[in-house]
Each structure stands twice: as C-alpha cells, then as structure tokens.
C-alpha cells in the first residue's frame, strides 16, 4: 500500500492506492486506487502525477510525496495450475530476489513472461523453501522494485465442477477464444498499430471482465479452480467475422443462463454483469475490422489445445 499526495494550483491532493504493476526497464509508475489509476512520470524538473482516461494521461498535479504503509503479509496462494502470480508480477521477466527465514537466493524469470497462474514461480521459490513449506513466509522483489512479504497457501484441489457450475463451463472456451483473437489481433500487419492497440485495449477488458467472472462461479475458495488454459477447447473460428459473431451469440446465451438462474449465480454474481457494453465494445470492434480483410486464426492457434467445431 502507498500514500500519494501531489500539488495543483489550488491544494495538495492525498490518495492510497496500490502498485499496479513493476518493469525495472522504465522510470514510469502505475498505481491503482478505489476509482482510478495514476500515473507517475518523472521529467527533468519534476514528478508529475497524471490520471489515466480512454483519451491518453490527464495531467493532474506535480508529485509531493510518496510513502509506503508498513509491509502486511498477503496470502500466496498455490494452486493445480501453478501460483497464483501477483498483478504486479504478471507480464514480468527478469531476476526476483527472494528470502525465507535465513535463505536468500536470486531467482530468474526467463521469457515468457509471467501469466496469471505460472508453474514456473513455484519451481523457483523451491530453492529457498523448507521441506514442509506450508504456512511458509517469503519476502519477494524484483530487482530495483517493491517488497513484498507473502504466506505461502495450499490450495490445490482435486474437487470437481458442481452441477450448478457444469452450466457455465462455456465460459473457459469463450475466455480463450476472446485471448487468441486478441493475439491474432496483435500479429496482423495490416492493422496500423494505433487500431491494433484500441482493439486489444478493449479486448483486454473484456477478458478481464471474464476471468471476473469465472473466479466468481468456480472458485468458492480462492483458486479451488483456476483457469488451466491449455486444458480448454477452443472454438475453430474462421475470420474475425466468426470469431465475433460466434462470441456474440455466447454472450447471449451465458448472460441469460445467469439472469435465469436465480440460486447459484445470483448468489454469486448479484446482477448479470454482461450489460449492453459488452454488445457494443464487440459490434465497435467488428466495424473496425471490417476496414480490413478476414484474418484466418490458423497460424495463431494453440497446438496443444483440442478444438471444438460449436458450443
């Protein structure tokens, strides 16, 4: 947790919030608060602190102070998919220096970068960790970055889908059909890279917003049922056309599976959480692509996930 208070013309402004997320190759910060992220930015005379709007940075005050709160212990969860990976360590690739007890050793994290859930972090942390590593305590930090300290928490599960989830399992094809659009997305030269950038943007939310829900359906315990992505079937889309029309018509039938189901979901979501944004994010990113020719996905396409024909 860290305290931010910056100045403008009028005040001095204070804000908690959290470090969004940590790369030792830029001097640029991210911090998240309750309604917002900031943006902190060191030029030759000052720090300035910006907000960050769907328009670019909205400049909002040169920085006063920063200061961090006393280290808490946050749980580390280990799950059948691999770590739980903290927000600020997911996409990181470098050297994490890591401490239990008396050990301290550096750990590497090679390329690929770190995801969501990464066997890989584990494997690493093994080095420092005592036979019986449960309930252990670790400090972690990235080279030049932030420390902190974590409880190791075991929460691999054998258990199986519930009847109540078995509806809902659609939800893990919909969540990677919607990343290897994004990643088709990204490989297409003939996007100009401020249009792939504003489609991946809004892709990026929308599985955000998935995986939201996912965690909400399936893990009653944190983690009890992580996304293993590689075990997921994928469905064969042809062109961005099928990919978007196919998700279209999943939206549908997901949200009203939800709307309808008055126990299970209700209890764990409240209201439906795919409103008509959703609808309108997809048809705006169909209508820009629609400047361009259909994209096959073949090259793009996971060769060790099993693909569906339908849902």
């Known amino acids: 947790m860290v305290y931010v208070s910056w100045i403008t013309a009028d005040e001095t402004v204070y804000q908690r919030g959290t470090i969004l997320n940590y790369d030792p190759t830029t001097m640029f910060r991210h911090i998240e ?34 200061t961090y709160d006393n280290r808490p212990t946050e749980p580390l969860r ?10 600020y360590l997911v996409g990181y690739t470098g050297q994490l220096l890591v401490s239990s007890g008396k050990r301290q050793e550096l750990c590497h994290i090679a390329e690929p970068p770190l995801e969501r859930y990464d066997t890989r972090l584990f494997v690493e942390l093994d080095t420092v960790l005592p036979s019986n590593w449960h309930e252990t305590t670790l400090v972690i ?17 054998a258990d199986e889908y519930t009847p109540e ?20 997305v990204y490989a297409d030269t003939r996007l100009e890279a401020r249009t792939s950038k504003r489609i991946e943007r809004k892709l990026f939310a929308l599985q955000s917003q998935l995986l939201d829900i ?4 399936f893990e009653p315990a ?48 409240g209201v439906s959480p795919l409103g008509p944004t959703v609808f309108a994010s997809l048809e705006e990113i169909q209508q820009t692509l629609d400047e361009h020719p259909d994209q096959s996905p073949t090259e793009y396409s996971s060769s060790t996930t099993e693909t569906v024909v339908d849902q």
């Open 141 to 157: 930090q990235p080279l030049g970055g932030p420390r902190r300290k974590y409880k190791l928490i075991d929460d691999r599960r």
């Open 33 to 66: 608060t309750d309604d917002r992220t900031l943006l902190l930015s060191p030029t030759a005379e000052e720090i300035t602190v910006s907000e960050i709007t769907a328009s670019g940075p909205t400049r909002l005050g040169r920085l006063n102070s920063i």
């Open 78 to 87: 280990v799950t059948n998919a691999g770590i739980d990976v903290p927000s």
């Open 165 to 184: 989830q078995q509806q809902y399992t659609a939800l893990e094809t919909i969540i990677v059909t919607v990343r290897e659009l994004s990643e088709a």
């Open 222 to 269: 944190p983690s009890e049922h992580p996304l293993e992505v590689d075990e997921v079937d994928t469905y064969s889309w042809t062109s961005y056309t099928d990919a978007i029309e196919w998700l279209e018509m999943q939206f549908e039938e997901i949200r009203n599976r939800i709307t309808a189901d008055k126990t299970f979901a209700k209890e764990r979501l």
């Open 214 to 217: 996912h965690q909400a359906l």
